[in-house]
């Protein structure tokens, strides 16, 4: 099979849906002889910030002299991104050959989900990485990666997202995410609603986990673009984080604490490696900025508590006029999603990315009409982008937000890559 076709086969096992359950997964990986026994793991789950955090320890890790792996999803624009080391993408030739030994011992039945990360396992084993960043696919406790036995756990704030799955309390979600803590291992904990916090911490406390949580065990404050990191007696002046935002302070402090964290585990960083390190930490899509003219910024949130983050760190860009290139996914809480940007932008040029979720330009361009904002339909994301830039000013900023979907085709175009629409 081409690549072509491989990634047709893979990208068609999503008609099984997500299923509880890690039955699958382990079978598939005691066919291959256990891949992730060979792997030093750390795991990530939560809401918001997963990839960021991702971003920053793997960037970490890399510069401290470990061979680091980083295991991510969705893709942006190119299937390989999911399997990173060292911060560069898997070769094609290389995810070929370990998803043809994978779809080769695969039960029918496995998901989509479960066949990527066992090609990650395998993967990364196969390339003798030091450390695998593991970052979960939805929720923790019957996710595929959690078969590994991470070394620590870190949880990003849990927020509402795929209720129908998680559940529709914060509780339930955050004891869903809970399930990657590990007994006798240590969990970073990051910002958190106060129901979520406390289902956490109980069950860190059944296992025995030791737990730093954010604003008591560790904390960071920003002066511009200089940062402080403060955990105990430990401080670290001046960190030049290399993803902007505000809320990018949080996700870099989480990934410090886990990479000091990783010193008792036979990882021992220095704190000249966490400083090139977190300088060095790249993450497509999220704030990324194209300097134009006209300037064009890309950020993947995708629910209401990630679209308020986002929100809160446009205070520190400098604009004349906003303009906002929209497209969402129909099953998500969109409206919702649009409320703490919609006051921020002058037009908006609604877009319907290329899936089948995608809720439609027309329903989307209405709805932000009835909130009282000037609303273009701009078709398809390449369109709406293109109609974006051709209204924008100089010292205008054209946002595209909504859907990692909608930022994946965005940035394709910016930067000349195929696109990829289907995604898992």
Request: glycine share 12%; proline share 4%; net charge negative.
């Amino acid at each position: 099979m081409t690549y072509a076709d491989i990634l047709a086969h893979i990208y068609g096992r999503g008609r099984f849906g997500m299923k509880p359950g890690l039955e699958r997964i382990i079978e598939i990986l005691h066919r291959l002889g256990n891949p992730h026994k060979r792997l030093a793991t750390v795991q990530i789950a939560g809401t918001n910030g997963k990839g960021s955090t991702g971003a920053f320890l793997s960037a970490i890790m890399s510069a401290a002299g470990y061979r680091t792996a980083f295991f991510s999803s969705p893709h942006l624009s190119s299937f390989s991104e999911r399997f990173r080391i060292d911060g560069s993408e898997a070769d094609e030739d290389d995810v070929a050959d370990v998803a043809r030994r994978v779809l080769a011992v695969a039960p029918a039945e496995a998901t989509f989900f479960e066949i990527v990360t066992a090609m990650g396992f395998q993967l990364f084993a196969d390339k003798g990485v030091d450390l695998a960043v593991m970052e979960t696919g939805m929720g923790g406790r019957w996710d595929a990666t959690n078969v590994a036995d991470g070394l620590l756990a870190v949880i990003t704030p849990v927020s509402y997202d795929h209720c129908e799955y998680l559940g529709h309390t914060l509780a339930a979600i955050a004891a869903e995410k809970a399930g990657i803590i590990r007994s006798g291992r240590a969990v970073v904990i990051g910002p958190q609603e106060p129901e979520a916090l406390a289902v956490i911490r109980s069950a860190a406390e059944g296992a025995g986990a030791r737990c730093l949580v954010w604003g008591e065990d560790f904390n960071c404050s920003a002066d511009g673009a200089s940062v402080r990191y403060v955990a105990g007696d430990f401080a670290l002046e001046g960190l030049t984080p290399g993803l902007h935002g505000r809320f990018q302070t949080v996700n870099m402090a989480s990934a410090v604490t886990a990479a000091r964290l990783l010193d008792s585990a036979g990882f021992p960083v220095d704190d000249g490696a966490l400083r090139s390190g977190v300088a060095a930490a790249r993450w497509p899509g999220r704030m990324e900025l194209f300097p134009g003219p006209p300037r064009i910024m890309l950020d993947g949130a995708h629910n209401p508590a990630g679209a308020a983050a986002l929100a809160d760190s446009l205070a520190d860009v400098r604009y004349r006029r906003l303009l906002l290139v929209v497209g969402v996914m129909a099953d998500k809480a969109w409206q919702e999603l649009l409320g703490p940007l919609l006051p921020l932008a002058a037009t908006v040029i609604a877009v319907e990315p290329s899936l089948e979720r995608a809720l439609p330009a027309e329903t989307l361009a209405g709805f932000i009409r009835q909130a009282g904002v000037e609303a273009v339909i701009g078709g398809d994301v390449g369109r709406g982008l293109g109609l974006a830039c051709d209204m924008a000013g100089y010292d205008d900023l054209v946002l595209v937000c909504g859907s990692l979907f909608t930022v994946g085709e965005a940035r394709s175009r910016l930067t000349g890559r195929e696109f990829a629409p289907i995604r898992g």
